[in-house]
């Protein structure tokens, strides 16, 4: 079994591979990031492209062979639903929310192979509730909407962390839906105080990349305070 597990692997790193080019400094220095260090804090508003570049670097770092599983959670909340309310399996009640993710995933890996990963759960959607207990090896965990976490919540799912694993928190701090965008911020402060090395990549608003006109609204919005 694990004969074929790694010869699975293997075909998969070497069945395609891609560049990405960043369209800005801010960019770049979110890739390198992730490359460098095990956790990586990315913030900013809408079209900035984090989630754009996360996910990018997380399928082209699984198609090395180095990682076994690609795991995708963020938090439950600004959709006024929990996630209980929606029908189907875990899966099919994640899958609107993480869309965006999954939809950069399937560009970069195929839409076939990305569907035969997730058929054999090397890419899964976990929810925060059932976060604990769970041991992340030799995999690359994304986390959208980081923004809405409690300080215990992200304790829950850093602390799921294991040898030779990457974990990516994206959102936009200023757009909690709530009211504890602070935390993410108060993460990184308390890791910094505790040497524990981990780089927060800050896009602004001039680091909008996905069309003029949503940087014209982002902007606008930021402006009027909402």
């Known amino acids: 079994m694990k004969r074929n597990q790694k010869q699975q692997r293997e075909r998969v790193s070497q069945d395609r591979s891609f560049h990405i080019q960043p369209k800005n400094k ?12 095990a ?7 809408a079209g900035t492209g984090k989630t754009f570049i996360s996910a990018s670097k997380v399928a ?5 062979g180095k990682y076994d599983s690609i795991i995708l959670s963020r938090a439950n909340v600004g959709v006024g639903t929990s996630l209980g309310m929606f029908p189907g399996t875990v899966e099919e009640k994640l899958a609107p929310w993480l869309m965006p993710v999954t ?3 399937t560009r970069q890996l195929g839409a076939a192979k990305y569907e035969y ?9 976990v929810p925060l509730e059932v976060i604990r207990g769970r041991s992340f090896e030799r995999s690359l965990v994304l986390v959208e909407e980081a923004q809405n ?17 990457k974990m990516i928190l994206s959102g936009d701090a200023s757009q909690s839906d709530v009211g504890s965008g602070s935390a993410i ?15 927060i990549i800050e896009f602004g608003l001039d680091d909008v990349v996905r069309s003029d006109i949503c940087g014209q609204l982002v902007k606008m919005f930021y402006r009027e305070g909402i």
Do not use: H, W
Not at 117 to 125: D, G, N, Y
């Open 60 to 64: 082209q770092l699984f198609l090395t």
């Open 149 to 165: 976490f409690t300080m215990e919540e992200l304790k829950a799912i850093t602390t799921r962390m294991g040898e030779d694993s």
């Open 39 to 45: 956790i990586t804090v990315a913030l900013g508003p």
């Open 103 to 105: 939809s950069v995933l």
């Open 185 to 199: 911020m108060r993460f990184v402060d308390i890791c910094d105080r505790n040497d524990i090395e981990i780089p």
């Open 26 to 37: 801010t960019q770049q220095l979110l890739l390198d990031a992730i490359s460098e260090y």
């Open 117 to 125: 990963l997730f058929a054999k759960k090397a890419i899964q959607m």
